[in-house]
């Protein structure tokens, strides 16, 4: 899988280790490979790989992962995949913020 990086160090995505059963669900759920498991609890391998689509929050069954979901390039990705259009989003013109 090719890895992608979106801009670096502004992602809203954040795990909670102490409330993580290490279910594994967010790894299974993350287009982008962001998590793994390790010691028995997820880890964030892929920061920057972060696209917040959200999925890994919403699948989470105690809540330990948060991500400020549905914002910027991967809302516009994910409604085009959905709709069957192209991504129009800044970044599909060259003008990321």
Request: charged fraction near 20%; charge should be negative.
């Amino acid at each position: 899988m090719t890895k992608h990086t979106y801009l670096k160090g502004v992602t809203t995505l954040r795990l909670n280790p102490e409330i993580c059963v290490g279910c594994g669900i967010c790894v299974d759920v993350c287009p982008h490979g962001v998590f793994h498991i390790e010691g028995g609890k997820a880890r964030i391998e892929d920061l920057d790989g972060c696209m917040e689509c959200g999925a890994c929050a919403l699948n989470c069954p105690k809540e330990a992962i948060s991500v400020n979901a549905n914002v910027g390039c991967a809302a516009a990705i994910i409604a085009g995949w959905f709709n069957g259009t192209e991504t129009d989003c800044c970044c599909s013109k060259n003008e990321c913020c």
